[in-house]
């Protein structure tokens, strides 16, 4: 795969190898801008995390990199999909800027919330750091022990955004169940985009996972939680988080949701994050065997569709499933194909989801939050239904810290 990079990223990559993350980056930029490839080689070096903050160049024939990756935003948010207030400066894969992964909204989300509903803030802290985090408990809550679902936000986003238009917080209050928010920090990235492409934040009890863990069980300490119905789910770099989060802790989570993310070790450092952005990346970490549900759109010209195909291929490894697809429309959206991948036992092990003409947001979305898709189906309705359907056998009542 590196022989077909184009010269700025042979380049690039050497100096990721050597440490020198801002030259790389800069020189990724003035690639795309098609200036000067040649790197600053007396900039100061960045012992830092890497930053990345390029749009995937296209394939042969594709449209050129100059356009905007995420053309559905173009017009007035065509295709439905609700772009957030003022300019777009993101550009493509970001762990940087934007990175495809989500344009903060510039207008403020304080959505009321129903009477005896509480959305407290709280943070965790371990050796790898500290997060914050918010947590929806519904006024539909009487203390019994309910589910848990953990939602990852995408890059720029917040808790507050990402709950606005993924609407999760008005089905906790449906179906009785806590709803976590995690937030990324400024520190730990620039743009506050999880790091999912970074070997430390692939590793059980290192890095970003263990700080998601973490959250996860401190609210199982503190609240009443079904410690047998726990889930996790994101977009974009969210999603990818997710899906290292199911192969790193299949212990404590129940089942998985990522939408329009990547698999768990499809990229190792900054070429291969680019690479497997523009034509999608072959999970390299074992997945954990944890029931996954996937959505991701045909038309996302961010994160390439193929990567919803991988996150299936190696959630269902070594598994022996059948396949069914059911095809359907949302009146005045789009359409969708949706696949099953069932058990001998009957059970749907992994679900596939594919937005037909849809681009790089969250499907049937919420306008009051950024990056929504309102014309595609429910993926926050569709997810909790997937997550409700399985529980582990067997939990600690009193998870570790």
């Known amino acids: 795969m590196t022989a077909t990079l184009p010269p700025h990223m042979l380049e690039a990559a050497r100096l990721t190898r050597l440490g020198r993350l801002s030259e790389a980056t800069a020189l990724l930029q003035r690639g795309l801008r098609g200036e000067d490839h040649t790197p600053d080689r007396t900039a100061p070096q960045d012992k830092g995390r890497p930053i990345i903050d390029l749009t995937p160049e296209p394939d042969e024939g594709a449209r050129p990199s100059s356009h905007t990756p995420f053309p559905e935003m173009q017009g007035g948010g065509r295709r439905g999909i609700t772009p957030p207030q003022g300019p777009l400066p993101w550009s493509g894969l970001a762990a940087g800027r934007g990175g495809g992964f989500g344009?903060?909204?510039?207008?403020?989300?304080?959505?009321?919330?129903?009477?005896?509903?509480?959305?407290?803030?709280?943070?965790?802290?371990?050796?790898?750091?500290?997060?914050?985090?918010?947590?929806?408990?519904?006024?539909?809550?009487?203390?019994?022990?309910?589910?848990?679902?953990?939602?990852?936000?995408?890059?720029?986003?917040?808790?507050?955004?990402?709950?606005?238009?993924?609407?999760m917080n008005t089905l906790a209050e449906e179906h009785v169940l806590l709803v976590a928010y995690p937030g990324q920090t400024a520190s730990a990235n620039a743009q506050k985009c999880w790091n999912w492409f970074s070997p430390g934040d692939q590793q059980r009890d290192k890095g970003e996972p263990s700080l998601?863990?973490?959250?996860t069980r401190q609210v199982m300490?503190?609240?009443?939680?079904?410690?047998?119905?726990?889930?996790?789910?994101?977009?974009?770099?969210?999603?990818?988080?997710?899906?290292?989060?199911?192969?790193?802790?299949?212990?404590?989570?129940?089942?998985?949701?990522?939408?329009?993310?990547?698999?768990?070790?499809?990229?190792?450092?900054?070429?291969?994050?680019?690479?497997?952005?523009?034509?999608g990346g072959a999970?390299?970490?074992r997945s954990g065997g944890v029931p996954t549900i996937v959505f991701h759109a045909d038309q996302d010209g961010t994160v390439h569709p193929r990567n919803g195909d991988e996150i299936i291929a190696q959630c269902g490894a070594a598994r022996d499933l059948r396949q069914e697809t059911q095809r359907g429309q949302?009146?005045?959206?789009?359409?969708?194909?949706?696949?099953?991948?069932?058990?001998?036992?009957?059970?749907?092990?992994?679900?596939?989801?594919?937005?037909?003409?849809?681009?790089?947001?969250?499907?049937?979305?919420?306008?009051?939050?950024?990056?929504?898709?309102?014309?595609?189906?429910?993926?926050?309705?569709?997810?909790?239904?997937?997550?409700?359907?399985?529980?582990?056998?067997?939990?600690?009542?009193?998870?570790?810290?």
């Open 103 to 167: 344009q903060a909204s510039a207008r403020p989300v304080h959505a009321p919330l129903p009477e005896g509903a509480r959305f407290i803030e709280g943070a965790f802290t371990g050796p790898a750091g500290s997060r914050p985090y918010k947590l929806y408990i519904p006024s539909t809550y009487r203390g019994e022990p309910a589910p848990l679902v953990v939602m990852l936000h995408g890059c720029t986003q917040s808790p507050d955004d990402f709950a606005a238009g993924t609407r």
């Open 212 to 215: 998601l863990a973490g959250i």
């Open 221 to 279: 300490r503190e609240h009443a939680v079904d410690p047998r119905r726990v889930y996790v789910a994101g977009l974009s770099a969210g999603g990818a988080a997710a899906a290292v989060m199911g192969a790193t802790y299949p212990d404590l989570y129940a089942a998985v949701g990522v939408h329009s993310g990547l698999a768990c070790g499809a990229a190792r450092d900054i070429p291969s994050a680019f690479a497997a952005m523009r034509q």
């Open 283 to 285: 999970g390299a970490v």
């Open 330 to 401: 949302v009146a005045g959206g789009h359409a969708y194909s949706r696949t099953r991948h069932i058990a001998e036992s009957g059970d749907v092990m992994l679900e596939q989801w594919v937005v037909h003409g849809g681009g790089h947001a969250w499907s049937g979305g919420s306008p009051a939050g950024s990056y929504t898709d309102p014309k595609g189906p429910d993926a926050s309705r569709e997810m909790l239904r997937f997550f409700l359907s399985h529980a582990r056998d067997h939990a600690d009542e009193a998870p570790r810290g």
